[in-house]
């Protein structure tokens, strides 16, 4: 027989026996818990990397805005199991954030207006076009907030956020991770995702993934932008290059042949593009026309206005040979056409070989100095003159004169731009007039050529290592 000692030993076996089994199918459903887990996590790293790795191939195909923010919001849709997702970028308009990409099937998070929303239940696509196009405020709703916070924030329920409270029922229902972009210290949108509360959660290390691959993406951006704005930079500088040459074959390639004349000059541009210009013009008689310009402004602006005024004298100037008269013409052509802040100075004189004489006209430039050998003086030679651009033509016309100077063998005459009289040197001094005066007199003896030079080194001496503020224009001419 059996004892009851040992009924209660049996007892016990058994009821550890069944204890033991319970732990172990506990522990293998934990187990198993676990290694779906494990699998789960290491499918949402590996989704991770592949969207990290294709967010770098990315960058360097230079996608737009759009294409980017597309790839990154069903990216990190796959990565984190979100079911929707908006990204916005700061748009022009100062105080407002622009929709860049939104993902189908996104709940809306932002507010929409009544009529919107009557609309969409007979057409689901005018909810859509709203979303994808409507502006929001940096101020408003869970966008806003998104784009000013430091750092990510995940919204358990969107309802309960006070950027909802009180206001429509958009957030009913709607979990949300929202994390502000950012690159080089600047803020350039927010990334938002989000999945309604029926379909679960986001989880700790979902939030932890979203914040790192929000992070990854401001990058993504910023360097996209970088990329995109530094090749577009160098397509314009070599378009500018192209403008320069084309500009360059516009100036004189060589001094003009005019009997009992030397001519001679030089441009300098401060930038590619000059808003200054020089020019000849063979007219008849043997005669030549001498002109000096300086459009106001720098750039492509002034080169184009510079271009258009050349080709515009050249075209007048065969017609009749009194310079205001040319010039008056000119002005008329230009003044319709040209912008309120814009205008032009210019000398346009007129070599006669038969008396020696030059007759100009000074459309609101800077005067002409005119060396004389007999004494060795200097002469400032400001006939009256508007510039081209400022008036249509009635005042341009009775202001603007001719004036008449007769030439000596061995006088010279110089014009020049006002980026020679008013270069800077390191103490913010002016060259000035005087130095001006002073460099011409001390050459003139020379001829044309030697002025310029002479000139040019100067005003290259007083700026010493600055930069050449203004372009440099300098014409000469010597009467032999």
């Known amino acids: 027989?059996?004892?009851?000692?040992?009924?209660?030993?049996?007892?016990?076996?058994?009821?550890?026996?069944?204890?033991?089994?319970?732990?172990?199918?506990?522990?293998?459903?934990?187990?198993?818990?676990?290694?779906?887990?494990?699998?789960?996590?290491?499918?949402?790293?590996?989704?991770?990397?592949?969207?990290?790795?294709?967010?770098?191939?990315?960058?360097?195909?230079e996608p737009t805005d759009g294409a980017l923010s597309r790839m990154i919001v069903e990216g990190v849709l796959g990565v984190v199991g979100a079911k929707g997702g908006v990204i916005y970028y700061e748009a022009k308009d100062p105080g407002f954030l622009k929709p860049a990409y939104v993902s189908e099937g996104c709940p809306p998070l932002v507010a929409v207006p009544d009529e919107i929303l009557k609309r969409a239940e007979s057409d689901p696509r005018a909810l859509e076009s709203h979303l994808r196009l409507a502006r929001v405020g940096v101020k408003e709703g869970i966008i806003g907030h998104g784009f000013t916070m430091s750092e990510a924030?995940?919204?358990?329920?969107?309802?309960?956020?006070?950027?909802?409270?009180?206001?429509?029922?958009?957030?009913?229902?709607?979990?949300?991770?929202?994390?502000?972009?950012?690159?080089?210290?600047?803020?350039?949108?927010?990334?938002?995702?989000?999945?309604?509360?029926?379909d679960g959660g986001f989880s700790q290390n979902d939030f932890a993934v979203f914040r790192s691959v929000s992070e990854q993406s401001s990058f993504a951006i910023g360097n996209a932008r970088a990329h995109r704005d530094a090749n577009e930079k160098k397509e314009i500088e070599g378009e500018l290059k192209n403008a320069r040459e084309v500009q360059r074959v516009l100036?004189?390639?060589?001094?003009?042949?005019?009997?009992?004349?030397?001519?001679?000059?030089?441009?300098?541009?401060?930038?590619?593009?000059?808003?200054d210009y020089y020019d000849y013009i063979e007219l008849p008689d043997g005669k030549l026309g001498v002109v000096i310009a300086d459009v106001s402004g720098k750039g492509v602006s002034a080169g184009l206005l510079m271009a258009m005024c050349r080709s515009l004298l050249r075209a007048v100037s065969l017609a009749d040979s009194s310079p205001s008269v040319a010039l008056a013409a000119v002005n008329r052509y230009l003044f319709p056409d040209i912008r309120e802040d814009m205008f032009i100075s210019m000398i346009y004189g007129v070599l006669d070989p038969g008396d020696g004489s030059m007759?100009?006209?000074?459309?609101?430039?800077?005067?002409?100095l005119i060396f004389r050998k007999s004494d060795g003086s200097v002469e400032i030679s400001k006939p009256k003159g508007l510039a081209l651009g400022i008036d249509g033509g009635s005042v341009?016309?009775?202001?603007?004169?001719?004036a008449r100077i007769t030439l000596e063998s061995g006088d010279c005459v110089l014009l020049f731009t006002d980026g020679v009289k008013e270069a800077i040197n390191a103490n913010d001094e002016e060259f000035g007039l005087d130095r001006l005066a002073s460099a011409f007199r001390g050459?003139?003896?020379?001829?044309?050529?030697?002025?310029?030079?002479?000139?040019?080194?100067?005003?290259?001496?007083f700026a010493g290592e600055g930069p050449q503020m203004d372009d440099v224009t300098i014409v000469a001419i010597e009467k032999r």
């Not at 007759?359 to 002409?368: S, V």
């Open 1 to 61: 027989m059996i004892d009851d000692s040992t009924l209660w030993a049996i007892g016990v076996s058994l009821v550890l026996g069944a204890g033991l089994v319970v732990a172990l199918r506990n522990q293998r459903r934990r187990a198993k818990r676990i290694r779906k887990r494990f699998r789960e996590m290491e499918g949402e790293e590996q989704r991770m990397f592949t969207f990290l790795h294709d967010l770098g191939l990315a960058i360097g195909t």
């Open 153 to 198: 924030e995940h919204v358990e329920d969107l309802r309960q956020h006070r950027t909802t409270a009180g206001g429509p029922d958009f957030g009913v229902g709607v979990t949300v991770m929202v994390s502000p972009l950012r690159y080089a210290g600047r803020d350039i949108g927010v990334l938002a995702v989000s999945k309604r509360q029926e």
């Open 251 to 275: 100036l004189p390639q060589d001094d003009p042949m005019v009997s009992g004349f030397r001519v001679n000059g030089t441009n300098l541009p401060a930038r590619i593009i000059s808003g």
């Open 359 to 368: 007759t100009f006209a000074r459309a609101g430039h800077d005067p002409a």
């Open 396 to 402: 341009f016309e009775r202001v603007t004169q001719d």
């Open 443 to 461: 050459e003139a003896s020379l001829g044309a050529e030697a002025i310029v030079k002479k000139v040019q080194e100067e005003v290259e001496a």
